[in-house]
């Protein structure tokens, strides 16, 4: 059962690890903040591979003869590597400081140079846990808001609720400042003011969800975008909403688990609804806050009433395992339990 | 207790079981579960996911699957364990592999056609007919994230020299930038560079070599080389999925790709046929639609993921049998990713669904013939190679009527001549064909107890004859005691005749002079057996390509009329 998590004093780890060994900088116990660096890995800029034999044209039985260097040296920029002597005297040489790191059939390859390859951390926490050679795992607790989509950016900053009427006339052109925040807009998000928005060159861009068409957009634009809900023209549930009302002004996270995939809004610091130590996992049951995935109720919150244990057969003639919701207006549906979206939340009156 | 094989399969989205025992002398399937896939995180609840599983089978046969406490142990320990456990995958992100070869033709391409049956996505070709300096060549295959390299080309005694060059790269690449997951490297060229290759990179398991698929110039074969690739794909996903390793050991098994061991028993079909005709088995799953076809004992296959984007989003609206409006219908799709179990509960959701999986048979089929012009699929001709049977499957929860699927099928596939359309409901392919190196009778006995649901016999008429105007009579014989019946097919048409209540019905075709229903030539009938099955004898004039209006409206009622005539 998919479910999204929207609580506040939510423990939140993340994982922050190099693609390849390196050194751990960080010790267990430490605080971090947004940006340090918690590993890095020393690797050469550049390689520089040198056919000795072809390009100094020199017989592969004299090559020893040639090479002025070994494998393993170290190498100043302009030391000669290799060098055929004769009427013309044609030298290589080190075009950078750096290593020759092999040297065979007649091929001289050089490491130049050196690049950190860091990895640092995308919230403020404490450093949990090491991954020796790797990384670490930084955790905080605060308030989480899920969301289903992201376009694999991650962004900090103030939050905003962002109250503003784009069909309003009088309003236009007075966008507020956004620059560095993480704005939230509940309004329908169009491609126009999709633009507006990103011209104010916001560090996050929130919202319920996103139209079809601005999916390109979203994937191509350089501000971290989040849609909770997913696509379409929905709203945001009142539990996502309650927290997010609680972020206003204060400075949060966005983290992305990729494009495409889901991602969510952290902030640090307890407050507000907290959660039991080792809590349950979610799971269905008589009483739990759904999200309805499914048109014509699209995004709409519900409470799930009934599991019957018989399948049912639907409109469309599939037979599926069904729950019973009551929606917030109300009125009673069935619905495949496939289409429901479980919310891990506390209910919000 | 009775001798047992397991299957399982972690599939994308779902894990399956099979437990398999003999009845009777003969095998057949005991029971089958499945729980949702997990194989984020630190492997626990993997761990977690497989005991659910094992614990949901071990209910359904008397065997032996887990310790007294409910927990996974070593299949060795366990008194009344499976005589062995197939287990094949295809969660997880598709493999990034880099090919290098010596020409596009006679290595490049080959080697794409290797690659697709081991759920690998190319994200470098190393041309080395391209002549790119050593230097330009060591900074691709350094800056691409490569997790298997392949190494092809070259005939056995051929040119060494630029080959050579690649082989130092490779030593470098793998030893200068270790990485968390270590690549594998795959070597299956010019053989007297195997043992240089060996020596040179030095990469101990994680290098891996067969012979040369270029078995003579301008002929390959593929299969010399799936042994070291399904070391090559354990050994990855070992490292990539926390949990596998420790799961393996305890079931004494290896890991094989899903489409690889559906393809084992594909190929099996074919050489075991007879008919002359390939097996084709097209299998959708929420997010990707895998083709393998096997003919002339030849094994084709990719798993292909159809790109959300305008041009495929209006492409599978032209297909739908009720009109939607765009937005409606992009909003459909883009959420149906996000939410891959997701089961439309309205007609117009279903509408959607089945014109999107019109879209991404098309378009997994000419991939396809992208990748293996053998295959002979052309988007608007169809099928123009033979193959029967056509096999459908679909991972999860059935998402369609059997006459609904068929539909789907027929008009993405467009199949020519007679075929038979079956449907895999069990996902039965995959799971023999990780069990048949253990105990080749099982797939063989398992397929003998008719466990492929009969959709329907098909037969196409192609013809030059103009829309509306008589094509193909035919005359219907459903045993001594009953009445013949006739029916004459117009152009354009589409006809079922019901076979449901009879074990098997005879029909003589007789198709118009400029008609051919794959008999051999235009104008040449004669008869046609049809087994019973779910839908019945389809018999589909419409022509090829399929000849749809072009207003929204008429072409979403000619759709909805042709669904309608195989059941509604």
Request: proline share 5%; aromatic share 6%.
């Amino acid at each position: 059962m998919k479910k999204v998590i929207i609580r506040s004093g939510q423990p939140v780890f993340r994982q922050v690890r190099l693609p390849q060994p390196g050194t751990v900088l960080v010790r267990t116990g430490q605080n971090v903040e947004v940006g340090d660096v918690v590993a890095e890995a020393v690797i050469p800029e550049k390689f520089q591979v040198f056919d000795v034999v072809n390009h100094l044209r020199i017989q592969p039985g004299r090559l020893e003869q040639s090479l002025k260097r070994l494998n393993g040296e170290e190498v100043r920029k302009g030391d000669v590597i290799a060098q055929k002597t004769g009427m013309i005297t044609r030298i290589f040489r080190a075009s950078q400081d750096g290593r020759i790191v092999s040297l065979r059939e007649g091929r001289v390859t050089l490491a130049m140079g050196e690049q950190k390859l860091q990895v640092r951390s995308p919230i403020s926490g404490t450093v949990v846990e090491l991954i020796p050679g790797f990384g670490a795992v930084v955790g905080l607790t605060g308030s989480l808001v899920q969301g289903v989509w992201s376009n694999g950016l991650s962004a900090s900053g103030s939050f905003t609720l962002l109250n503003f009427d784009f069909t309003d006339p009088q309003q236009r052109g007075r966008l507020p400042e956004l620059e560095g925040k993480i704005v939230y807009s509940g309004a329908v998000i169009t491609l126009e003011r999709f633009r507006l928005l990103t011209a104010k060159n916001p560090a996050g861009i929130v919202l319920p969800s996103l139209v079809p068409s601005l999916v390109r957009e979203a994937l191509r634009c350089s501000t971290a975008v989040m849609s909770l809900n997913g696509f379409g023209d929905q709203e945001a549930d009142p539990s996502s909403m309650g927290l997010m009302a609680a972020m206003q002004d204060h400075e949060i996270f966005l983290l992305s688990d990729g494009a495409g995939l889901s991602a969510e809004l952290i902030m640090p610091g307890e407050g507000g609804q907290s959660s039991d130590l080792f809590e349950e996992e979610g799971i269905l049951g008589v009483g739990s806050l759904v999200r309805l995935l499914g048109e014509p109720y699209l995004g709409n919150t519900a409470k799930v009433l009934e599991l019957p244990e018989e399948m049912e057969r639907f409109a469309s003639g599939l037979t599926a395992k069904a729950a019973i919701v009551e929606r917030q207006d109300g009125t009673l549906i069935h619905v495949p339990v496939a289409n429901l979206l479980l919310l891990d939340s506390i209910p919000t009156d | 207790m009775p001798k047992t094989y397991l299957s399982l399969d972690i599939g994308k989205s779902q894990t399956q079981a099979w437990l398999f025992t003999q009845q009777k002398g003969a095998w057949a399937l005991r029971g089958r579960a499945s729980v949702p896939t997990v194989i984020e995180g630190d492997g626990s609840q993997f761990k977690r996911g497989i005991q659910q599983l094992l614990s949901q089978i071990q209910r359904k046969g008397e065997v032996n699957l887990l310790d007294d406490r409910g927990h996974l142990t070593s299949f060795r320990r366990l008194e009344d364990a499976p005589a062995a456990v197939g287990l094949s995958l295809s969660a997880g992100k598709p493999i990034q592999a880099a090919l290098i070869g010596l020409s596009e033709a006679y290595s490049i391409a080959p080697l794409r056609r290797l690659v697709s049956l081991f759920n690998c996505e190319v994200v470098l070709e190393v041309n080395l007919q391209e002549n790119l300096n050593e230097t330009t060549q060591l900074e691709r295959l350094l800056t691409s994230d490569v997790e298997l390299y392949i190494i092809g080309g070259g005939a056995n005694g051929g040119a060494q020299n630029a080959l050579k060059a690649v082989i130092e790269n490779l030593r470098l690449v793998y030893h200068l930038l270790p990485r968390a997951i270590r690549p594998q490297i795959v070597f299956c060229g010019n053989q007297d560079l195997a043992k240089y290759a060996q020596s040179e990179i030095e990469a101990g398991l994680d290098m891996h070599f067969s012979s040369n698929i270029q078995i003579n110039p301008g002929q390959e074969d593929q299969s010399l080389a799936w042994k070291a690739m399904l070391a090559a794909f354990e050994r990855l996903r070992i490292q990539q999925i926390p949990g596998l390793g420790d799961l393996l050991s305890d079931l004494n098994a290896s890991v094989i790709p899903s489409d690889y061991s559906a393809g084992r028993i594909v190929r099996f079909l074919e050489r075991s046929g007879g008919n002359g005709k390939g097996v084709l088995l097209v299998r959708s799953d929420a997010d990707s639609v895998s083709v393998l076809a096997a003919r002339d004992q030849k094994l084709m296959g990719i798993c292909h993921r159809l790109e959300i984007n305008d041009a495929s989003l209006e492409a599978a609206r032209g297909l739908s049998n009720l009109v939607t409006d765009p937005t409606s219908f992009a909003t459909y799709v883009h959420n149906r990713r996000l939410f891959p179990d997701y089961v439309p509960a309205t007609l117009e959701d279903l509408s959607i669904e089945h014109a999107w999986e019109r879209e991404r048979i098309r378009e997994a089929l000419a991939s396809l013939q992208a990748l293996d012009p053998d295959f002979g699929y052309n988007l608007s001709q169809g099928l123009g190679n033979a193959y029967e049977p056509i096999i459908l499957s679909r991972t999860g929860t059935q998402l369609s009527a059997p006459h609904q699927g068929l539909m789907i099928a027929l008009d993405s596939i467009l199949p020519h001549g007679i075929t038979t359309f079956l449907q895999d409901e069990q996902q039965l392919l995959t799971a023999l064909g990780s069990l048949a190196p253990f105990e080749p009778l099982l797939p063989v006995q398992v397929m003998d107890g008719e466990v492929f649901t009969n959709l329907a016999t098909v037969i196409n008429v192609d013809t030059s004859v103009p829309e509306g105007q008589l094509a193909l009579q035919i005359e219907v014989n459903e045993g001594e005691k009953m009445t013949r019946l006739y029916h004459k097919i117009q152009t354009g048409e589409l006809k079922r005749i019901e076979t449901q209540g009879n074990e098997k019905t005879e029909l003589y075709l007789s198709p118009e002079e400029e008609s051919d229903v794959g008999m051999g030539m235009p104008g040449l009938g004669g008869w046609v057996t049809a087994l019973r099955s779910k839908v019945g004898v389809v018999v589909d004039g419409r022509g090829r390509p399929l000849n749809l209006p072009s207003g929204e409206d008429s072409r979403a009622k000619t759709l909805h009329d042709w669904l309608w005539e195989l059941g509604g």
